[in-house]
């Protein structure tokens, strides 16, 4: 299953490890793929939830704007 989020406040190096640490803590994730320049982060898994997603990202500082 893959999920693509778009996700505001990522600004350098540091936020993408930020974002890509908390979303590697969750049950399930195989692989996370930041892209700073174009905001979107392609999850990839199993049992992959928008709900547990987003609040990753958020706990993480960071605001999901959208997920397909």
């Known amino acids: 299953m893959k999920k ?21 803590e969750l049950k399930g994730v195989s692989n996370v793929d930041v892209n700073l320049e174009s905001k979107k982060v392609e999850v990839i898994g199993d049992n992959l939830t928008e709900e547990n997603l987003k609040k990753a990202v958020e706990e993480a500082g960071y605001d999901v704007v959208e997920i397909n």
């Open 4 to 24: 693509i989020l778009l996700v505001e406040g990522m600004s350098c190096n540091h936020c993408v490890m930020a974002v890509t640490n908390a979303l590697k």
